[in-house]
């Protein structure tokens, strides 16, 4: 570490000989200059070693630069001061040589670490509370910066109590309180430096705001409540110790008649997609605490007014803070400062490649925990705030709505809690109409996704004469999307316009699959919905073909038996009768999706049909065998073959998805013998992975509908192909869709198909599929369905 020529002073520095070290610097200042082999100065490593003031000032008077000098590793001396222990006045000293504009927030390490992450992580010094002070007190910003993986100083500082916090959650309310609010108690610490992150994160300050200054002042005290709701970085371990501690403050009110579930309605979740790896929060509550039933919220509601009465703290029209979008973390350091965590993050754990030695050694769950969420822990003790609008009028559910919550763990319960007027005709109503319409057509993709997903679950609550009316209000709004996009548009807007037409068709078909027949004013709605859908199948972007698909899949099954082998046959292989009952419609829309365009076609031969169209074709043939599984006599297996060694991954996907709603609906080993040979030719390791990941959804959907389908002569090479996959495959999302698979061809019904594979199984299989099963099939937990 040092080198072969490291001075006197920095192997001072090294060891802690401060005396020495003074000594050694005012005769060899320029030894203060040294760097060794991670580029550490005699000042970084001094403050690993909790220096005095005085060693620190003079180090950096004889080398002012050190302050700013990174390692190998990126940290600059205040990382080590911070980390270790140093006491308030030598962080002081350090941040007094700093350039003034210098921000800690870009004072980040190789991992993204501030200085205020290391301390949080660090040592629970007596100097902790002060420094976290000074930290804030100099830059308010890096209050919730999250580091490469997400962690925020929060969540870190309440990792750091995680047992505490655990503990006194359990025990009474007096209790708690003397232990969190006495100076001296185990939680006082913790508290305190939350408090000061809060202030920071939510009011820009540590200092109290003024009485009638701040949004979250009352008489000029901070309301610890709404900061650490509004600040979506906020672990909700810590919200559930405030309410124990100080439960009036869930009635109370900012300046801007704003309750904390108001504010915690408004604050967005995370913006993640799919594939983000970032950390998310570990799951505090017990087993019986999650499974808590909503029915105490009705009947602690049924005796209230039906009417929403407002907030009643006076309010000033003031401009709203947007939430803070940060999502808190659960993992944290260790004495390897940061190299490990102590707590394994599912989400943040890629899945290990397994082999007959390590299958699958590592547990983790196959779906993704979603974020924990805290609005029946704010409901339970007030719910009449369910029923209680904020200063635009707005109840708690349409705010939720408005800023993406997901509907289980947030809007389902503010719904129970106040349902007659959410079903009502009026105000209320237009309202959810509007924020409806509005989260469907925004530019944020999460946003539209959730609403997508909640107009699935609200269409089974609304009065039934409402749905025909959604129906054709949506129907409506995709043609108008349609026409919306003008010529040069830039990439971005034409991005952000065919997010809103696969939006608003997926909303579309969340309605119409809730549905009966007589809910709807047949066959006008569903035809008119199919009508618009078909016009989109072949449109040049993905998603837009698959919401169009999935229109087409549930509107024919609507239609009846006629109309859905129709669609089959005229719009999905195109066999076409034109002297058949409405052929014209489909016939046209046949015409429009081989060309791939919606001009008229010319009286010339037909070109081949592109990549796109083919695509919502074979997602047409997906969604209807969805539906309407008795269809399978009608469908061209040939087809389905040529789709599956198209040169386009699109293709190829839609392909895989068609052969196991084939294979689902299918009740014989015939049909497996004959999508075999192209199954298998699906898994060649030279295949593109989305092929993989799109195959393993669709066998996975035929082993969940048909158990033990798989364990049979014909079915052997697939299992040994999808075990093959997951043993070597380096992509984490093909090995977890195989495993899925695996799941449910070998375990359900008491492993009744895994021993039936052990009789079957050749060579080495049986032994590496047991291992697999051991390691990590029989691990994996909340195995259920895959989002479309």
């Given at each position: 570490?040092?080198?072969?020529?490291?001075?006197?002073?920095?192997?001072?520095?090294?060891?802690?000989?401060?005396?020495?070290?003074?000594?050694?610097?005012?005769?060899?200042?320029?030894?203060?200059?040294?760097?060794?082999?991670?580029?550490?100065?005699?000042?970084?490593?001094?403050?690993?070693?909790?220096?005095?003031?005085?060693?620190?000032?003079?180090?950096?008077?004889?080398?002012?630069?050190?302050?700013?000098?990174?390692?190998?590793?990126?940290?600059?001396?205040?990382?080590?001061?911070?980390?270790?222990?140093?006491?308030?006045?030598?962080?002081?000293?350090?941040?007094?040589?700093?350039?003034?504009?210098?921000?800690?927030?870009?004072?980040?390490?190789?991992?993204?670490?501030?200085?205020?992450?290391?301390?949080?992580?660090?040592?629970?010094?007596?100097?902790?509370?002060?420094?976290?002070?000074?930290?804030?007190?100099?830059?308010?910003?890096?209050?919730?910066?999250?580091?490469?993986?997400?962690?925020?100083?929060?969540?870190?500082?309440?990792?750091?109590?995680?047992e505490e916090l655990q503990e006194f959650l359990e025990k009474s309310t007096e209790e708690a309180i003397r232990h969190v609010k006495t100076p001296g108690g185990d939680l006082y610490e913790c508290w305190e430096v939350i408090n000061l992150i809060l202030k920071a994160a939510?009011?820009?300050?540590?200092?109290?705001?003024?009485?009638?200054?701040?949004?979250?002042?009352?008489?000029?005290?901070?309301?610890?409540?709404?900061?650490?709701?509004?600040?979506?970085?906020?672990?909700?371990?810590?919200?559930?110790?405030?309410?124990?501690?100080?439960?009036?403050?869930?009635?109370?009110?900012?300046?801007?008649?704003?309750?904390?579930?108001?504010?915690?309605?408004?604050?967005?979740?995370?913006?993640?997609?799919?594939?983000?790896?970032?950390?998310?929060?570990?799951?505090?509550?017990?087993?019986?605490?999650?499974?808590?039933?909503?029915?105490?919220?009705?009947?602690?509601?049924?005796?209230?007014?039906?009417?929403?009465?407002?907030?009643?703290?006076?309010?000033?029209?003031?401009?709203?803070?947007?939430?803070?979008?940060?999502?808190?973390?659960?993992?944290?350091?260790?004495?390897?400062?940061?190299?490990?965590?102590?707590?394994?993050?599912?989400?943040?754990?890629?899945?290990?490649?397994?082999?007959?030695?390590?299958?699958?050694?590592?547990?983790?769950?196959?779906?993704?925990?979603?974020?924990?969420?805290?609005?029946?822990?704010?409901?339970?003790?007030?719910?009449?705030?369910?029923?209680?609008?904020?200063?635009?009028?707005?109840?708690?559910?349409?705010?939720?709505?408005?800023?993406?919550?997901?509907?289980?763990?947030?809007?389902?319960?503010?719904?129970?809690?106040?349902?007659?007027?959410?079903?009502?005709?009026?105000?209320?109503?237009?309202?959810?109409?509007?924020?409806?319409?509005?989260?469907?057509?925004?530019?944020?993709?999460?946003?539209?996704?959730?609403?997508?997903?909640?107009?699935?679950?609200?269409?089974?609550?609304?009065?039934?004469?409402?749905?025909?009316?959604?129906?054709?209000?949506?129907?409506?709004?995709?043609?108008?999307?349609?026409?919306?996009?003008?010529?040069?548009?830039?990439?971005?807007?034409?991005?952000?316009?065919?997010?809103?037409?696969?939006?608003?068709?997926?909303?579309?078909?969340?309605?119409?699959?809730?549905?009966?027949?007589?809910?709807?004013?047949?066959?006008?709605?569903?035809?008119?919905?199919?009508?618009?859908?078909?016009?989109?199948?072949?449109?040049?972007?993905?998603?837009?073909?698959?919401?169009?698909?999935?229109?087409?899949?549930?509107?024919?099954?609507?239609?009846?038996?006629?109309?859905?082998?129709?669609?089959?046959?005229?719009?999905?292989?195109?066999?076409?009768?034109?002297?058949?009952?409405?052929?014209?419609?489909?016939?046209?829309?046949?015409?429009?999706?081989?060309?791939?365009?919606?001009?008229?076609?010319?009286?010339?031969?037909?070109?081949?049909?592109?990549?796109?169209?083919?695509?919502?074709?074979?997602?047409?043939?997906?969604?209807?065998?969805?539906?309407?599984?008795?269809?399978?006599?009608?469908?061209?297996?040939?087809?389905?073959?040529?789709?599956?060694?198209?040169?386009?991954?699109?293709?190829?996907?839609?392909?895989?998805?068609?052969?196991?709603?084939?294979?689902?609906?299918?009740n014989n080993e015939m049909s497996l013998k004959e999508f075999r040979s192209s199954i298998l030719k699906s898994m060649r390791a030279t295949e593109d992975y989305r092929v993989h990941i799109s195959l393993a959804r669709g066998l996975s959907m035929v082993a969940k509908k048909?158990?033990?389908?798989?364990?049979?002569?014909?079915?052997?090479?697939?299992?040994?192909?999808?075990?093959?996959?997951?043993?070597?495959?380096?992509?984490?999302?093909?090995?977890?869709?195989?495993?899925?698979?695996?799941?449910?061809?070998?375990?359900?019904?008491?492993?009744?198909?895994?021993?039936?594979?052990?009789?079957?199984?050749?060579?080495?299989?049986?032994?590496?599929?047991?291992?697999?099963?051991?390691?990590?099939?029989?691990?994996?937990?909340?195995?259920?369905?895959?989002?479309?």
């Amino acid at each position: 570490l040092m080198g072969s020529n490291a001075p006197p002073l920095y192997e001072h520095a090294l060891v802690g000989d401060w005396v020495s070290l003074m000594k050694r610097i005012a005769l060899h200042p320029k030894e203060a200059r040294y760097q060794d082999k991670c580029k550490n100065t005699p000042l970084h490593v001094s403050c690993r070693r909790q220096p005095p003031t005085d060693v620190v000032a003079a180090l950096i008077r004889a080398h002012p630069a050190a302050v700013v000098a990174t390692t190998l590793d990126g940290l600059t001396p205040i990382h080590f001061a911070c980390y270790c222990g140093s006491d308030s006045s030598t962080v002081q000293t350090i941040l007094g040589h700093l350039e003034k504009q210098k921000s800690l927030k870009e004072m980040v390490d190789r991992r993204g670490r501030t200085p205020l992450h290391c301390v949080c992580a660090g040592f629970r010094s007596p100097h902790r509370l002060h420094v976290i002070s000074l930290l804030l007190e100099r830059d308010p910003s890096c209050a919730i910066a999250p580091d490469e993986r997400g962690r925020t100083p929060l969540s870190l500082i309440v990792d750091d109590y995680a047992e505490e916090l655990q503990e006194f959650l359990e025990k009474s309310t007096e209790e708690a309180i003397r232990h969190v609010k006495t100076p001296g108690g185990d939680l006082y610490e913790c508290w305190e430096v939350i408090n000061l992150i809060l202030k920071a994160a939510y009011h820009g300050t540590i200092q109290d705001p003024q009485a009638g200054k701040g949004e979250v002042s009352v008489h000029g005290k901070f309301q610890v409540l709404h900061a650490a709701v509004g600040v979506g970085a906020c672990p909700s371990v810590f919200i559930r110790l405030i309410l124990k501690v100080d439960p009036e403050s869930i009635e109370q009110t900012d300046s801007d008649s704003n309750l904390p579930l108001h504010i915690y309605c408004k604050t967005q979740p995370k913006q993640l997609s799919h594939t983000s790896t970032m950390a998310q929060h570990l799951l505090w509550r017990t087993s019986s605490s999650m499974n808590r039933s909503w029915n105490a919220l009705s009947d602690a509601t049924s005796s209230l007014d039906s009417k929403p009465k407002a907030a009643t703290t006076d309010a000033t029209e003031m401009e709203k803070k947007k939430a803070l979008n940060m999502t808190a973390t659960g993992v944290v350091y260790n004495a390897d400062f940061g190299r490990s965590s102590s707590f394994t993050n599912l989400k943040t754990t890629p899945l290990p490649s397994v082999n007959e030695n390590t299958a699958g050694s590592a547990q983790y769950f196959p779906r993704r925990q979603p974020q924990e969420d805290v609005t029946v822990d704010l409901l339970l003790p007030f719910p009449k705030a369910a029923r209680m609008t904020d200063e635009f009028g707005k109840l708690p559910f349409l705010l939720g709505l408005e800023s993406g919550k997901k509907w289980k763990t947030c809007l389902e319960p503010l719904y129970q809690a106040y349902p007659d007027e959410l079903r009502s005709v009026g105000e209320i109503n237009s309202q959810l109409e509007k924020a409806i319409d509005d989260a469907l057509e925004s530019s944020n993709p999460v946003l539209r996704k959730e609403t997508t997903k909640t107009l699935k679950h609200l269409c089974k609550l609304w009065p039934r004469t409402a749905v025909n009316d959604w129906i054709l209000h949506l129907i409506a709004k995709v043609r108008h999307a349609r026409k919306e996009i003008p010529s040069g548009a830039s990439t971005g807007d034409i991005a952000w316009r065919n997010g809103i037409q696969a939006s608003l068709l997926r909303g579309l078909a969340s309605v119409l699959a809730n549905v009966l027949p007589t809910d709807t004013n047949l066959p006008d709605s569903p035809l008119a919905a199919l009508e618009v859908a078909t016009a989109m199948l072949s449109h040049k972007d993905e998603d837009v073909r698959v919401g169009a698909a999935q229109v087409i899949g549930i509107s024919a099954a609507l239609l009846g038996k006629s109309r859905t082998d129709k669609v089959i046959n005229d719009v999905v292989f195109q066999t076409s009768d034109d002297h058949e009952e409405d052929s014209s419609f489909f016939s046209a829309a046949a015409s429009m999706i081989t060309a791939g365009t919606e001009d008229e076609q010319e009286e010339k031969e037909a070109p081949p049909p592109s990549s796109e169209a083919l695509h919502g074709r074979a997602m047409a043939c997906y969604f209807l065998l969805k539906e309407e599984p008795q269809k399978l006599s009608v469908v061209h297996s040939s087809t389905i073959k040529d789709w599956m060694k198209h040169e386009d991954v699109i293709v190829r996907k839609a392909a895989c998805l068609v052969i196991g709603a084939t294979l689902a609906a299918s009740n014989n080993e015939m049909s497996l013998k004959e999508f075999r040979s192209s199954i298998l030719k699906s898994m060649r390791a030279t295949e593109d992975y989305r092929v993989h990941i799109s195959l393993a959804r669709g066998l996975s959907m035929v082993a969940k509908k048909q158990p033990n389908f798989f364990v049979c002569k014909s079915g052997l090479p697939i299992l040994d192909g999808a075990l093959l996959l997951s043993m070597t495959t380096k992509m984490p999302d093909v090995q977890r869709a195989f495993h899925l698979f695996l799941w449910w061809a070998l375990l359900p019904e008491e492993e009744a198909g895994l021993k039936e594979y052990m009789k079957l199984a050749q060579g080495e299989n049986g032994r590496i599929m047991m291992t697999l099963v051991a390691k990590t099939l029989q691990k994996m937990v909340h195995v259920d369905d895959e989002e479309e």
